[in-house]
């Protein structure tokens, strides 16, 4: 597609629910990226997919948190057993493969998750 | 290790003025890439500007162009004939390393007085 889409744009569950955030990236994109904004806060990275080499999840704050890339494409991350400090937007991006030129990030619009 | 640090959490500017938001930096990178991007209320984070490290020209797009200052590691960015378009929080960002991930400051809340 022409942007980055992510579904679902908001997203309320109750505490200790599971929950599931897709993105679909720019195609052609083989960098995709993952990250938190807090209310108020700046972005927090998560996880990070370049093709088939193996995630970096270096920014996951916990072992509730996953996320796969089926394909090189689209991205599911899993947040298991939500809990309120979990409420937040939830942004994915993508990219050209690093090192041909950082050209930046394109951002999806974001999941507003809410965790109550 | 990558910081981005943004000291001004808000700033205010008349339209039709000029404004500079201030962002400093730190890596151990010797390539890398800093970013200025914009985030309306929609929430859609929008490339504002880019600057590569090996370039010592400032980039410039239109009205926003970037003071770059290697030695202090510092990024500014300064947006002329202001907008009330231009509302918006601005966040500062470098990426550099395998997985040019990129690091984020606090951001700057920007309002635009008519």
Redesign the interface.
């Known amino acids: 597609g022409a942007g980055v889409s992510q579904s679902p744009s908001n997203k309320v569950t109750e505490k200790g629910k599971d929950v599931e955030l897709r993105c679909d990236p720019i195609s052609g994109h083989t ?1 995709l ?1 993952w ?1 938190r904004q807090s209310l108020g ?3 927090e ?1 998560l996880i ?1 997919f ?1 093709g088939n080499s193996a995630p ?1 999840k270096s920014g996951l704050p916990s072992d509730r948190f996953s996320a796969e890339r089926t394909g090189g494409s689209v991205s599911t991350l899993t947040i298991q057993r939500t809990q309120q400090e979990d409420s937040a ?1 939830y ?1 994915c ?1 993508s ?1 050209r493969k ?2 041909q030129g ?4 394109t ?1 999806g ?2 999941t ?1 998750l809410t965790v109550v | 290790a990558q910081t981005v640090t943004q000291s001004q959490p808000e700033m205010s500017v008349q339209e039709a003025e000029t404004v500079t938001l201030s962002c400093t930096y730190d890596t151990s990178e010797s390539d890398y ?1 800093l ?1 200025w ?1 914009k985030q309306p209320p ?4 929008i ?1 504002v500007i ?1 600057q ?1 490290a090996y370039k010592q020209q400032n980039a410039t797009e239109n009205r926003f162009s970037v003071n770059f200052q290697k030695a202090a590691k510092s990024f500014s960015l300064k947006i002329s004939d202001s907008q009330l378009g231009d509302a918006a929080m601005y ?1 500062c ?1 470098g ?1 550099g390393g ?10 700057t809340l920007l309002a635009v007085q008519p």
């Open positions: 960098a990226y990250y806060q700046g972005l990275f990070y370049q970096d937007v942004l991006a990219s690093p090192g950082s050209y930046g990030y951002f619009s974001g507003r | 890439y970013f991007y929609s929430r859609q984070m490339l880019r590569e966040f960002a990426s395998a997985t040019n991930k990129l690091i984020f400051g606090t951001g």
